[in-house]
């Protein structure tokens, strides 16, 4: 990450998506026919993100543009770790967003 990012306020998205949603009854990316996740992408990018990281575990599904996929190796350890590895991919930001997948009426 350039000084110059850091310096203009690059701000990252962190969308955390790797549970398995076990009370749910599936993962959470997975829901509505997988319609929550461009949904929340939508409103991280549309809200201002300059980074939007989709931080995914139990489902390994392909994510919208201008989303990019990170993979939480130990998402079973709770979001926790997932927002780790949020974290870790979004080194450099000056600020960070996060949101989870399962809120899908949360918009820019």
Do not use: N, Y
């Not at 009370?23 to 959470?28: A, E, I, T």
């Not at 939007?52 to 489902?59: E, M, Q, T």
């Amino acid at each position: 990450m350039s000084e110059a990012l850091l310096r203009d306020g690059h701000t990252a998205g962190i969308l955390l998506a790797a549970g398995a949603g076990t009370r749910f009854g599936m993962p959470k990316v997975l829901a509505e026919r997988g319609e929550w996740l461009p949904a929340a992408v939508r409103a991280l990018s549309d809200g201002g993100c300059d980074d939007v990281v989709v931080v995914l575990g139990a489902a390994v599904v392909d994510v919208p543009a201008p989303a990019r996929a990170v993979i939480a190796p130990d998402w079973q350890r709770g979001p926790g770790a997932s927002l780790r590895a949020g974290l870790a991919a979004a080194a450099g930001a000056g600020h960070a967003v996060v949101l989870t997948v399962d809120t899908p009426d949360v918009g820019a």
